[in-house]
């Protein structure tokens, strides 16, 4: 690097970073799972910054995820719908928000296809009201959140891996909202100047993950006494990525980012089947293979998926500081205890600490 170069670039970096010291956020879909780690990761490392978080609480959301942050004076939570455009310009107006972090999204795979109606409602039109009332308020940064879904599926026996120039391919009734969500803030962004980053990230695993999906849903269910469902012939690869290593790598896309791209995130997991996830898992549970039982597949089930993280490596320093092995060995004790907290998930008591909490107010 030139000389001139090496000594400006810290210079440079304070000046992106000054430009958000004490920002005031509103996060969307903050209940859920990677949301909610989010604000409990951001306050932590930001505690000068303020937090609107909100989130209808659909049934992937629980406000008791954010118990620990609920009486912090910097922390609010709004319940309300990202297609409610009135509530979301009164917020955005009224907290003097600076920057949109945007999770909320239907999440599910399987539910997008027995009923892909509040996907297509709140991915596509939730964002657009968003997108909308950002403009209107000339919010700093708009974050979006997506998914490596909408590239498609790669074939198990290729070594291609998706880049922020692989064309979107998606295939469900989720990633294809999500793909039209991801146009429309990239199209604020050339039509209209919007400041936009766009993020697509592989699987996430962790703590306060609903236990529908692969990981906590294996878990759970040994620690239930109960078999391991998986589709097919479980030889479906994805990238796992610790959540953790996610909210780091949203971070320095909100402070140091470029304004208008995009950047993948993924973990370190090479070629790791969904059926060797769960081998894992079992191993550390200390049970065996007859704790597995194949289930009929999913239609249109994507066989892989593969990320190139070299950009957001190359250009903002971020790379995924979990190894796979040592996460999942932390998600298993964790899931082992905090039995009350997915306990009551599953049997849908979770609902009433919301009653509980904020019924009354
Ligand atoms: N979990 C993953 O592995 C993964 C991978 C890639 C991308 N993503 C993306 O990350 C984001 C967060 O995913 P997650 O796993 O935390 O999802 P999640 O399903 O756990 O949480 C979604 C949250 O959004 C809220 N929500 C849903 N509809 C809403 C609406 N209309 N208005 C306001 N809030 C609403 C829900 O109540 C919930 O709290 C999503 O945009 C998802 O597409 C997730």
Same mark, same amino acid.
């Given at each position: 690097m030139h000389k001139r170069l090496i000594y400006l670039f810290p210079i440079l970096i304070h000046k992106e970073e000054q430009k958000f010291k004490n920002m005031n956020l509103l996060v969307?879909?903050?209940?859920g799972f990677i949301g909610s780690n989010f604000i409990l990761y951001w306050l932590k490392r930001y505690p000068e910054d303020k937090i609107v978080n909100l989130d209808?609480? %659909? =049934?992937?959301?629980?406000?008791?995820?954010?118990k620990d942050v609920e009486?912090?004076?910097?922390y609010k939570f709004v319940k309300g719908d990202i297609c409610d455009g009135e509530l979301i310009d009164d917020l955005m107006k009224n907290e003097n928000i600076d920057v949109v972090v945007h999770f909320a999204a239907e999440s599910h795979v399987d539910r997008s296809i027995l009923d892909p109606a509040p996907f297509i409602k709140t991915n596509i039109i939730g964002t657009y009201t968003l997108l909308e009332a950002a403009l209107k308020n000339k919010i700093k940064r708009f974050h979006h959140v997506s998914t490596d879904e909408v590239f498609g599926s790669l074939a198990l026996n290729s070594k291609e891996k998706f880049n922020e120039n692989t064309p979107y391919a998606p295939r469900s009734p989720y990633s294809a909202s999500k793909a039209s969500a991801d146009h429309l803030v990239r199209a604020y962004y050339y %039509? =209209?100047?919007?400041p936009v980053t766009i993020s697509n990230c592989s699987n996430n695993f962790g703590p306060?993950?609903?236990?529908?999906?692969l990981i906590p849903l294996a878990i759970t269910n040994i620690l239930e006494g109960k078999k391991v469902p998986i589709y097919g012939d479980g030889l479906y690869v994805r990238d796992w990525l610790f959540v953790e290593d996610h909210c780091t790598a949203i971070d320095l896309i909100i402070h140091k980012g470029k304004i208008g791209e995009t950047y993948l995130i993924g973990g370190m997991?090479?070629?790791?089947s969904n059926i060797n996830v769960v081998r894992k898992i079992l191993k550390i549970m200390g049970k065996?293979?007859?704790w597995i039982e194949f289930v009929k597949d999913r239609p249109g089930h994507d066989r892989k998926y593969r990320i190139d993280w070299s950009k957001i490596n190359k250009?903002?320093?971020?790379?995924?500081?979990?190894?796979f092995d040592s996460a999942l060995k932390f998600t298993v004790d964790w899931y082992t205890k905090n039995q009350d907290w997915w306990k009551k998930i599953k049997t849908g008591e979770y609902l009433d600490y919301y009653k509980r909490q904020y019924g009354k107010k």
């Open positions: 969307t879909g903050g209940a209808k609480l %659909t =049934y992937a959301g629980n406000i008791e995820n954010l009486d912090n004076k910097n %039509t =209209y100047n919007l306060y993950q609903f236990p529908e999906k997991t090479e070629d790791i065996g293979e007859e250009e903002l320093g971020w790379y995924p500081k979990h190894d």
